[in-house]
């Protein structure tokens, strides 16, 4: 089993940063690949970005590329993802979520966190 907890949601403004993290506990961190995902209400929970379990590969939603930037830290069983230029339609809760392989396939991905609220303000 793993445990996956999520924090540094918040209310931001257009323009601005947010960086959330996700902490796990459970089996070894490292040897999981780490994704991202978001749900907006009525709508399905999307890919937004993950990252090999070395660190090595990351891969991007194209809503997202070059405004976010996904990282982990395997020493402090912690992924990243810091979020720049935000925009109102990045609203959403944020998930983090780990597989044993690099996929953007929410189905793909076994376990999962309770998510964290991200609001954008226009």
């Known amino acids: 089993q793993v445990q996956l907890v999520e924090s540094g949601g918040g209310l931001v403004q257009a323009g601005g940063s947010l960086r959330l993290s996700c902490t796990t506990s459970?089996?070894?961190?490292?040897?999981?690949?780490m994704g991202w995902f978001r749900q907006s209400p009525g709508k399905e929970r999307e890919f937004v970005a993950g990252?090999?379990?070395?660190?090595?590969?990351?891969y991007y939603a194209d809503s997202v590329k070059g405004r976010f930037t996904i990282s982990r830290d395997n020493a402090k069983n912690t992924v990243y993802l810091q979020m720049n230029s935000l925009k109102s339609e990045d609203t959403a809760v944020y998930y983090c979520?780990?597989?044993?392989?690099?996929?953007?396939?929410?189905?793909?991905?076994?376990?999962w966190g309770q998510g964290t609220q991200v609001t954008v303000s226009s």
């Open positions: 979520a780990a597989s044993n392989r690099n996929t953007v396939v929410a189905g793909a991905y076994d376990y």
């Open positions: 459970g089996r070894t961190f490292s040897a999981y690949a």
């Open positions: 990252i090999s379990w070395s660190g090595s590969r990351t």
